[in-house]
């Protein structure tokens, strides 16, 4: 073969792996509720839920205290496919934060671990079970105390959570009635706190911009 072939050849076949590895590192992620979320500045939460708002952008929600706004975010279980979204708008008082997803990069699902989301109910009242999806220490279940404190907004629950689960989902059944924020004195053993999600989705609505209109996938 000769010396022109050969270069030829040799450039078909580094095309061909370049195109590879670009097709490789573009695949999209999967996230879902669940699942665990890196921001960029290496602290780790868990997504509440993915789907998509009115205007057609895919979003989802954590805690608002797991990042500030503007913040990078990657999949935890494909960090190596580098940023896939970012924090569009944090509320501090409700704690809850939106993430606008690139819709190119990222493979919605509504199941994750044991836990499948399809729809948005309202907050959970005693004595029901719910369940929370967390990164940190998976599903969880346990006793609603429901809203201790009034004003529709925060509800208690003897679900275990630990650092990391923050963001988690809170399902009953397969239905997201609220988002895992917190817990009181004692991890895992002290009660869980978690905004109602009909809650942050009013906020949402009153605020206007990213997540208007959310529906999980």
């Excluded at 010396?3 to 061909?16: C, F, M, P, S």
Aim: charged share 10%; hydrophobic share 45%.
């Amino acid at each position: 073969m000769s010396v022109r072939r050969w270069l030829v050849l040799a450039a078909a076949l580094a095309l061909a792996w370049a195109s590879f590895g670009t097709a490789h590192a573009q695949a999209p992620v999967a996230l879902g509720g669940g699942s665990g979320i890196v921001f960029d500045d290496g602290s780790v939460c868990t997504l509440t839920t993915i789907g998509y708002d009115g205007a057609g952008q895919l979003v989802g929600f954590t805690a608002g205290h797991c990042a500030a706004a503007g913040a990078g975010v990657a999949a935890e279980a494909e960090q190596d496919a580098g940023t896939v979204g970012s924090v569009a708008f944090v509320n501090d008082q409700l704690d809850y934060a939106v993430i606008s997803f690139d819709a190119g990069r990222v493979n919605p699902v509504n199941h994750v671990g044991a836990t499948t989301i399809t729809g948005v109910g309202l907050p959970a009242e005693f004595p029901a079970i719910a369940c929370k999806e967390g990164r940190t220490t998976g599903q969880t279940c346990g006793l609603v105390y429901g809203d201790v404190f009034g004003g529709a907004t925060w509800t208690l629950s003897q679900i275990c959570v630990i650092v990391g689960d923050s963001g988690g989902p809170v399902v009953v059944g397969s239905t997201l009635v609220a988002i895992v924020n917190g817990y009181i004195a004692v991890p895992c053993l002290g009660p869980q706190v978690g905004a109602n999600f009909t809650r942050i989705l009013d906020d949402v609505a009153a605020r206007g911009g990213p997540g208007v209109g959310f529906q999980p996938i």
